[in-house]
């Protein structure tokens, strides 16, 4: 930073040319799109359906709104557009709203520049100051977005008419930057109106004052499809000035979903305890959110999120974990029984239609097992089970729950060869027996939900038998 023009003067030395934003970013996204890199971080599913819409409205210079269902990346997509900005930008020392020392619209700035000339001190803002975000909600004002008389420069002595009485709001605090409104129909219709200029005329007026500042923004919002009809809407004339809107999605494949959660779930590290997540285990809670997104039973309005994939991946590994600390056991493997955790982590997530009270939990238990089953038949399918369905003909039984050690599954597979088999099979020669005793209840609650085998199950508890 010490290297970088500290005046007026030693700028224009420095060759430095002023572009607007829109510009700028157009520039950094052409750049990424020649190298063929993605314009935004961390976000999966996207390569073929949104991503290229907003390659599209960012080279175009539109300002975008993101229309989707809760937990689809809209707010990350948008907080990752920063990453377009040039990472240094000159501004007039002190500019409330980063001025551009070729062109200040602040008075304050105009007046250091008539002031100074060629002397002027210049600043240098990082990208990420130039992001704005604003939850929209029905009490935000005028005075939040666009600004307001500041009573405490009147009462410094200066008059009402005097410009440098304004307090300037967050629109115009990230000039020649990107703002963004998160769930933009929240926000009143009255407000609304005090965006149109923002988008059409790219400049704001605070109350009565004669005082034109023409910004340089970039205008970027979410929104949910419902809150056009149920909490609120985009008023009309706002709609038709943005000149992107992205239809967002929940991910297509399961393996897509399972990616995400991998990247989103928290990291379980417990000193001294393995925690190993097997593959079929991902897939059952990834699967679960993907039958919840095509049930009748779920209020498909408000979504399921791909947060409750991540909530519940977390809340099947505390669980594990959890059961394999009170056995004693170093190494630790989510198993079928542990899916009985996943009620809580649920719940709060997605909203049960049914007409009859208290079937909420009975309604996430099918769906569950429908995920258990659907991923057993990918995986294993029902044609191989009848050398494990011959080996319960003797009437002996095999116990499962958070109560049943590691070492009661491997004795229990080597007392049944046909089982080991396809077990050992499932989870792979390098598995640790915390793993192959995990296969070993997908095997078994697989075949019970093919019909092959029957349980009886009081809790997290249950006995498979022959039928």
Known sequence: MSNRPATLGQLRASGWRSVPVK??????????????????????GYEDTVLPQLENAVLAGHDIVFLGERGQAKTRM??????????WLPIVAGSEILDDPYAPVSRPARDLLEHKGEDTPIEWVHRDDRFGEKLATPDTSIADLIGEVDPIKVAEGRYLADELTLHYGLVPRTNRGIFAINELPDLSERIQVGLLNVLEERDIQIRGYKVRLPLDVLLVASANPEDYTNRGRIITPLKDRFGAQIRTHYPLEVDTEVAIAKQEARPFEVEGVDVRIPEWMDEIVATFSHLARGSSNISQRSGVSVRLTVSNRETMVANAVRRSLRLGEDVVAPRISDLDALASSTMGKVEVESFEEGREGDIIGKLLSQAVLTVFRDRIGTGVAGPVVDSFDDGEVIHTGEDVRVADYAARLDERPGLAEIVDELAGESATPAERASAAELVLEGLHLSKRLNKDAVGARATYRGR
Request: glycine residues 10%; without cysteine.
């Open 23 to 44: 510009q700028e970013i157009q520039r950094n996204a052409l750049a990424k799109v020649r190298a063929g890199e993605p314009l935004v971080d961390g976000v999966m």
């Open 78 to 87: 948008i907080r990752s557009l920063t990453g377009l900005l040039d990472e």
